[in-house]
């Protein structure tokens, strides 16, 4: 039975979350939430200003708007108020939605019940488009939501040419996401010896995995002081973590971190590094794929009589 027009759009929105919320976690790497953004039609480009500084100025195009009061969303590409230039990438998005028969994607305007939805449309808009991150600016009246590119265009995502293909073949059922399910507590602690490089993950594994375990000791070994490393006692993490509103955003990481020494003595905290957070927001991610996003994250690393161990539970 063929797939209604809603159905193909709830798949691309399930195929595509992840990739654009990996841009968005980039992108907060480099602006901060405090910023001003300044887009400039005239020229094409976006500025985030931070006080006199301009800390990132990549050019854009208008996505689309959401109007709160009426529900309302008008795709960029058939907002009057928006110059064709601005939407020159973005008119993809409706050629997409020709082409797979996507009403969501191809009719000018919609009525949608919340602002999440509007970030679903965002979020499809991005991945097809191929910019690299997109940022939503509140007015007065409504909301407008700008398509980023810095640089030449990305080249199409395994997770976008997945989704493309599976759009053009019927269709079929895809992974989906958990994006709410009961607290989940998982441990165990095997005998871990930090070591670099990144270890991968098997996608089957029950998360924290023995290669999650392995990179969080890892990056928890990295912050101890040197001076400190031999006589390790033990190090204890507790990450809070704070989700994006809605399908995409930045996911930020709140740490705790302290190391007790062999010999005895206070705790002395630790400041956290942006590998190790970049790990948490990393693990935030998978675990919302499998089994439902983790609130707190809680490691500890100590030296056993076979090695570093690292024990790791999420709730």
């Not at 809605?246 to 003595?265: D, I, K, R, Y």
């Not at 927001?281 to 609130?295: E, M, N, S, T």
Request: one cysteine or more; charged letters at 20%.
């Amino acid at each position: 039975m063929p797939l209604s027009s809603v159905e193909k759009f709830r798949k691309l929105v399930l195929a595509y979350e992840d990739e654009v919320q990996r841009k968005q976690h980039k992108m907060g790497k480099r602006v901060d939430p405090r910023d001003v953004v300044e887009p400039k039609p005239a020229t094409g480009y976006c500025s985030f200003l931070r006080g006199q500084q301009v800390v990132w100025s990549p050019s854009y195009e208008v996505i689309g708007t959401f109007t709160p009061a009426t529900g309302t969303w008008i795709w960029g590409f058939s907002d009057p108020t928006v110059e064709p230039r601005l939407v020159s990438r973005l008119d993809a998005v409706r050629k997409q939605g020709l082409e797979w028969g996507i009403d969501e994607l191809s009719i000018d305007a919609h009525t949608l019940g919340t602002e999440q939805e509007a970030w679903e449309f965002a979020t499809v808009a991005v991945a097809i488009a191929r910019a690299d991150a997109m940022v939503r600016i509140v007015g007065p009246n409504d909301t407008r939501w700008l398509a980023l590119f810095d640089g030449p265009p990305a080249s199409r995502s395994s997770a976008s040419m997945r989704a493309i293909r599976e759009s053009q073949m019927g269709m079929p059922a895809l992974r989906t996401s958990i994006t709410s399910a009961a607290p989940v507590r998982t441990s165990s602690s095997p005998s871990v010896r930090p070591a670099l490089g990144h270890v991968a993950t098997n996608p089957d594994e029950t998360e924290p995995t023995g290669s999650t375990r392995a990179d969080l000791g890892q990056r928890l070994f990295e912050l101890i002081p040197y001076a400190l490393q031999q006589q390790l006692g033990i190090v204890q993490l507790r990450a809070t973590a704070t989700p994006p509103s809605g399908p995409v955003g930045t996911v930020s990481m709140h740490s705790e971190l302290s190391l007790t020494p062999a010999q005895g003595g206070p705790p002395i905290p630790l400041n956290p590094s942006r590998a190790l957070e970049d790990s948490l927001v990393a693990l935030w991610i998978r675990c919302r794929d499998r089994q439902g996003p983790f609130r707190f994250c809680t490691a500890r690393l100590e030296n056993g009589p076979q090695g570093f161990i690292t024990q790791v539970f999420l709730e």
